[in-house]
């Protein structure tokens, strides 16, 4: 590599380079450290990306750079060529154990005007350094420097770490089903931004998505119902994998979410002994909340759901389990506590950490569960004092499905609207007075589906705001500030028309 280095340095051509600065550029989100030294790194066809090549999953993170590279500026960059006898420059992706970056998501990036280095400890650390720099290639080229087209980068230091390391979205699937190829089109824009989970609400009174072997009708009658009459679907089990897989190559853990014991009339219309009370349910296809329920007391419900955690747990390689646990307005709290006790030990079994809804630190569970805080500050506090880890997702603020203001399109507005200025503006870190950093895992913004039912409308209510979560759930706080945030949004306008997103365009920003 210094070979290659110093054989770069001597046929470098002698270039005036203008003066740049690292610290104006549009990082979504903000970098923890930037350290300008105003020249610039002149992007072209004679670059080469190098990566680390013994280490796990570093010369696919220069893959993936090169892809996006040939998607942004139609440069074909060669990864680990053996012959780089015609490069030029290089960008070095590179292992390494510096304390400077201290979690494995963490990364250093060094742009000199001969070499970007880029190193991380983990392939995890590259593939969020990797993103940093796809936001500092210019739209355009400047091809007046050279004979060749150039892409001027800044240079600079960066050094950067997470500041939560759940920093998720959560998309309801089973009020409105969306296809494999829609939920990877939200993962690569989710990726961009350094987002790194996925919660795929997976079953609900509406509908059941995920293919259960050993509960066919699950998804034969369960799958093929939605809100407001449309024909439903779901996800075979390779269907599933095929998005844990995408999900895995852009380093984001998918959570599945198996909603209960209420909001699941849809597993009772498959299969009516869930519910216990003698009666077979109709298909659902209203917005109504809480008015179902399983049998807490009955063995096959039991039986039935250490199935259905089984199977998917097999083909989920991430650490967690989501059992809802919201709105069982109709189990009495006694049952619901026996219910959530139970389902925390087969989810265990399984070798799963268990998620639910606030409502669940009610159950005696075990410190190793998470609870997801959307509406109820108490039982948020009450987590803390059990000991339990605190993901933030509170309504008024976090709720993608809440409308922008009275004249959005689609949305609801039971927690309040949100324009986009609402949604960035406040502190995860002291949102519930008695829960401080160390309690919380980090943010989530789900994405609930009553009103949206197709890619468009999802992309109205997900983008920008989704964008200001990322930064509120990596950035410290030190580093996050709206007037300085809506710039660089407004900055995202190239990128997110170039990948086609139907974002709102609200008026407090100025798009460009
Ligand atoms: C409340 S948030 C729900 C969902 C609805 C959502 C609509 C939560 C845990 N439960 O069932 O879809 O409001 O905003």
Known sequence: FTALVACQQEKKKVINFPTTDLTAENFVPKPLKIIPTNSAFGLDKNTIIYTSQNATGFPEVGEF????????????LAVNASDNTSAERIIFINQSDSTAFSSKEGYALHITQDSIILNAKTAEGAFRGVQTIRQII??????TLSETKMWLIPTGKIID???F??????????RHFFSVEDVKKYIDILAYYKINILHLHLADDQGWRIEIKSWPKLTEIGGSSEVGGGPGGFYTQEEYQDIVAYAAKHFITIVPEIDMPGHTNAASVSYPILNGNGKTPKIYTGTEVGFSTFDTRKDTVYAFIDDVVREISAITPGPYFHAGGDESHVTKKKDFIHFVSKVDKIVKKYGKKMIGWDEIVHADIDTSAIAQFWANEENAKLAVEKGLKI???PGKKAYLDMQYDTLSKHGLHWAGYIPVDTGYIWTPERYVKGINKENILGVEAPLWSETIS????L??????????????????????NWENYKVRLGNQAPYLDKMNVKYYP???IDWK
């Open 165 to 174: 390391e759940y920093r998720g979205s959560m998309l309801d699937v089973a």
């Open 161 to 163: 770490n997470p500041n």
């Open 65 to 76: 750079l090169s892809e996006k590279i040939k998607w942004q500026t139609d440069l074909e």
């Open 454 to 457: 197709n890619m468009e409308e």
């Open 459 to 480: 992309e109205y209510l997900a983008f920008p705001r989704m964008i200001g979560y990322s930064e509120l759930s990596w950035s410290v706080e030190e580093n996050r």
């Open 506 to 508: 609200s008026e407090l």
């Open 138 to 143: 210019p739209e355009t080229s400047n091809d």
């Open 391 to 393: 993901i933030l997702s």
